[in-house]
């Protein structure tokens, strides 16, 4: 409550607040501690739930543009070039890093990069 009070007394100053702010500052500091805490959430509930909603919101947004064919655009192929020239050319090795792009996507796609589906689909 100190903290809504103090809150308060700024916004007074401040013409610029609008009632809309401040009702909802008064209705989240509004709330009893004895209500807060029977909520009993603690901090490994809220990281799981927000691991496993990226997680499931990744692989449906991933379903969606690779049924549609999605996966590779006009940039990524370069990319994809870089990684295979790593592997499949008639220098290979690190030299073929070049030096326009910053070398970590190419050499975390090294070890996918071997098999054509997911080189020519762009999972890699």
Do not use: C
């Not at 013409?15 to 500052?25: A, I, L």
């Amino acid at each position: 409550m100190k903290l809504l009070k103090v809150w308060q007394q700024g916004a007074s100053d401040s013409p610029k607040t609008s009632s809309f702010v401040k009702s909802w500052y008064q209705l989240v500091f509004s709330l009893h501690a004895s209500k807060v805490q029977s909520l009993r959430i603690s901090e490994a509930n809220i990281v799981a739930v927000i691991v496993i909603t990226t997680a499931a919101q990744s692989l449906l947004s991933f379903a969606y543009y690779f049924s549609r064919g999605l996966t590779v655009h006009q940039d990524s192929i370069p990319h994809l070039l870089v990684a295979r020239r790593m592997l499949d050319s008639l220098t290979p090795g690190f030299g073929q890093l070049g030096g326009s792009w910053l070398p970590l996507p190419h050499v975390l796609m090294v070890p996918t990069i071997w098999n054509d589906f997911m080189y020519q689909t762009g999972l890699t």
